[in-house]
C-alpha cells in the first residue's frame, strides 16, 4: 500500500505516541509505502520551527524525521503542479492541494489525512481517503 500523507500526520508521528506514531515507524519497516510532497516537507519544518522549537522531544523528533525522509518517496513539486491549482479550485482550503495533487500525480492508493476539509472529499478522483487507523487496520 502506497499512501500520500498531510504535515499533520507526520507531526503527529514525530511528537506524540499513537497512530500516527505507528504509521511512521511502520513505514521505515518497509510495510507501507508513504509519498510524502515536497510542500509537505517545507510545512513539517515551518511548523516545528514556530511550534515545536522548545519541545523537549525535539531532537528525537528530528533524529526520526531524518529517518523517514530517508526512507519515504519524496516527490518534487515539479512532479505534481500541474495539478495544483485545479485541486485547489476544488477544496475548501486550498492549502490541501499539494496532498491531493501529489498523490494523483504518481498514482498513490490513496492520501493519510484527519483534516476534515479533506475527509469530506470521499473518493476524489479515484483516490482513496483514509484516516490513520484505517491504513494500520488495513496492514494487519
Partial sequence: MRVAVDANTVL???????????????????????????????????????????HADLPGALDLLDAILASVEL?????????????????????????????EAVHADGVVSGDRDVLELREPRGLAIYRTREVLNRLR
Avoid at 511528537?15 to 517545507?42: H, I, K, P, Q
Avoid at 513539486?77 to 498523490?103: I, K, M, V
Fill in 12 to 54: 503527529s508521528g514525530l511528537f506524540f505516541s499513537g497512530n500516527e506514531r505507528r504509521l511512521l515507524l511502520a513505514a521505515l519497516r518497509g510495510a507501507v509505502g508513504l509519498v510524502v510532497a515536497e510542500d509537505t516537507v517545507e510545512e513539517v519544518y515551518e511548523v516545528i520551527g514556530e511550534t515545536f522549537r522548545d
Fill in 75 to 103: 516527490v518534487p513539486r515539479r512532479a505534481y503542479a500541474e495539478g495544483l491549482a485545479p485541486w485547489a479550485r476544488r477544496l475548501r482550503d486550498p492549502s490541501d492541494a499539494p496532498l491531493l495533487a501529489c498523490a
